[in-house]
């Protein structure tokens, strides 16, 4: 078999689809096939990331398993808005307990499925920043301590928003929320406290850490694939910009989560017990302003009295990811594929 | 609700009952734009279409595709001057599509492989005469067989292919390339009459009992100025020049060659006069390179081969070997005016290309036909005279290059068709323009433009191969890839993929996708993450 360099793609992998491409190099979500794990009529707001990101991870996690998955459900937007009795938009076996407990259910379906011996059926357990950082942290440790065979995913819109956007263990420095207002010298959420789980998880030397946005679907599918090959704890944060709570407009949510990797202030990696392995590099490096400006929950560090000062800041943060993750523009370009003929 | 199996509270599906399209204010609607390059191709090429054709390698279709509109791409893969590269909004991405040199691979590889033109209409039993073989009366002769009439091709040279043939050098086209474009087009059962002089058309008409008359007589005539000349100096015009050339019978020049003008022609004068065997070819314009008609690729082509430049200068005498130029300035509105200051150069002979008329002498004093300017005035149907009379090309007002013929002769045969069936021509409405804001260029991957391989400079000096080389069938792939097509649906899955409410349905390969209204919320993510700006918000009619 030769290996002869083919050619550029037109769209490269960057879109979703290629009518250029090989079936096997499509993604899931461009096979009208696909799962729709997460199905319409749902009540998500417009344009919410949480919505196209629960779909995207497990209509590939669907695929990894030949549909022999189960996911359990953490309280939260989430839950909320596909699960309204009598509706369901879940075309997958869902379970739902309490806000907190989830990875513990997790737990519990995995091993009632190894007692059946039904190993072949997998476990998905999501959650939003809420339910992962805060209130389910116990619980969630304690499942990667123990190396339960679950895949747990954070989406992570950081902060409670189906209770009217408060402040969580994920908001980020100088967001507004119903509980960090825009008032006195430092407005919005403070600098310095927080929660960064995807690096507390890697403590945890599970076998597998990752960080992904909606913006990149290729980059997400392959993560929940390599995931799904795997046994034991997993941990995925994926981050899903939410329209409401950010004060972005609902046709910009991808743009806002392309922002916020091109940016730096979200580093997009992969790690194997505890080590990071592999980045994804800046493609066009863009200032922090970019992203701020477009959220209103921003909106108190620009215009007349704005901050620059504050903005400065939170760009310090993004040069301080792009150097410790090693982040920086590289000539790296997907539209090259190798083919083999 | 039937009965639901142990621990399954909900219905799958049951959320389908939950319209969510009802939260909608907008509604993302489908659209198709006019690509920049198609609205800027002369000739009425659609570009896009056949480089989405070509993308999948699928060469063949994309040819055909290409001949729709225009039967030359050698030809035009060499000449044209390229307005859609101009216009191509990848240009403001990184570098525009090679599009001429994609259309050039296409034309050559069907020249290889001896594809054949689509076939002729139906016989309509009408008969049109076309004046004048060059790319405005082949593209007319072409477009007429198509629709089934019966073309009879009259032309004064000894060869088909006018200014293409007796104008253009064949370092730029390769006589091999002509010829078989041509052959092919008059292979679709065209008659042809060379080496004959159309003196008057009315005649020629009846005689023939044409139904209607196509002119694409061209501008051959050689524009003169009054230059003191000394018996023994040697002046001759660019047109013939050329011509002759072609006619492998070139003129002696000597050594020292001057070429007095700034178009196409003047460049095209003055390199073939460096493989000729000129050490010296100086050309004098009366402006400067800004305000110079010529193209600039071809500029800089020549600037490369040798060709000298004397700008803001007139000739004003000529006497013996010695040259009188003098210089000039330019005024406020860009005129140029004279200095006073003179200077001398040598010259063995001073070529004139100062700009070409056209001989209309056939039409007689026909009041039926208005000459504005020293063209024919046609209306947009290419119609000259209610009788049925239409021309095209160098004939009427233009911007005379081949690529403007060739549409010409294209619009020309639609309305010789309308006319003949006793209708008007009735343009198809164009879409709105895709503009360069439109697009989401993340999506597009980075890639610079494939460079043609140029000739080395010498071997450009010294004979008449073709100066700029052609793709292959992998840099060919790559460059159509780069495509952009702004404005319309490439199926890149992306409105599939990105809708938060399953609310695209895809229908498959070249069927595209459609909206499903009943669960659209309008968040607009899809017409945001278009690559290429072919999904429209429009409010919701309530």
Known sequence: MTTQPVHFYQVGSFAVGNRLLDDSDQTVQSDPRRSNSLDSGHRACQGCGEALGARYVLDAAMRATSGRLLAVNATGCLEVFSTPYPETSWRIAWLHSLF??????????????????????????????????????????????????????????????????????????????????????EPGNVFGQGKDMPRLAMAHGIAYVATATVADLHDLEDKVEHAMRLRGARY????????????SAASDTIKVARLAKETGLFPVFEAIHGEITAVSPIRHRTPVEAYLSIQRRYSHLFGEHGRPDIVARIQEIADRNIATFGLSAKETDRGEKETSA | MRQLPFAITLEVGSSHANHTGSWRVERPVYVDRMPPCNDACPAGENVQHWLY????????????????????????????????????????????????????????????????????????????????????????????????????????????GGMMRYGIPAY????????????????????????????????????????????????QLARRVEIPAGDSSR??????????????????LGRRVVVYGGGDTALDAARTARRLGATDAIIVYRRNRERMPAHGDQLEESLEEGVTMRWLSTVSRFEGEHLTLEKMRLNEEGFPEPTGEFEELDADALVLALGQDTDLSLLGNDPDIAIEEGVVAVSPSMMAAANGVFAGGDAVPSERTATVAIGHGKRAARGIDAFLAGNELVDKARHELASFDRLNTWYYADAPRTRRPELERARRQSTFDEVVGGLNQENALFEARRCLSCGNCFECDNCFGVCPDNAVVKLGPSRRYEIDYDFCKGCGICVQECPCGAINMVPEQI
């Open chain 2, 172 to 219: 730029r086209l390769p006589r091999a390339a002509l010829d078989a474009e041509i052959a092919r087009v008059v292979a679709l059962g065209i008659e042809v009459k060379l080496d004959h002089t159309v003196q008057d058309i009315d005649r020629e008409r009846q005689e023939g009992r044409f139904d209607a008359v196509f002119l694409g007589v061209g501008a």
């Open chain 1, 100 to 185: 907190g407990n989830a990875p513990a259910v997790a737990t519990g379906v995995a091993a009632a499925m190894k007692v059946k011996g039904k190993t072949d059926v997998r476990v998905v357990a999501q959650a939003g920043d809420g339910g992962t950082v805060d209130i389910g942290f116990g619980c969630l440790s304690g499942m990667f301590e123990r190396n339960d065979d679950v895949l747990f995913v954070c989406y992570d819109n950081e902060a409670y928003m189906n209770t009217g956007v408060q402040r969580s263990g994920a908001t980020p420095p100088a967001a507004r929320t119903a509980t960090t207002e825009a008032v006195g010298p």
């Open chain 1, 236 to 247: 995925l944060h994926v981050l899903v910009p939410c329209p409401l709570g950010w004060g």
């Open chain 2, 235 to 252: 002046v001759l015009d660019a047109v013939s020049f050329l011509h002759r050339v072609a006619d492998e019978d070139p003129p002696r």
């Open chain 2, 53 to 160: 054709d070509a993308e999948p390698g699928d060469y063949e279709a994309a040819w055909r595709q290409l001949v729709e509109d225009n039967p030359f791409p050698a030809v035009m893969g060499r000449i044209c001057y390229h307005p859609c590269e101009t216009a191509c909004n990848r240009a403001q991405l990184d570098e525009a599509v090679g599009i001429n040199s994609i259309e050039r691979f296409l034309g050559d590889l069907a020249i290889e492989r001896g594809w054949a033109l689509p076939p002729v209409g139906t016989d309509t039993g009408k008969r049109v005469l076309v004046v004048g073989a060059g790319p405005s009366g082949l593209s007319a002769a072409y477009h007429l067989r198509r629709l089934g009439h019966e073309v009879h091709l009259v032309d004064s040279a000894p060869k088909l």
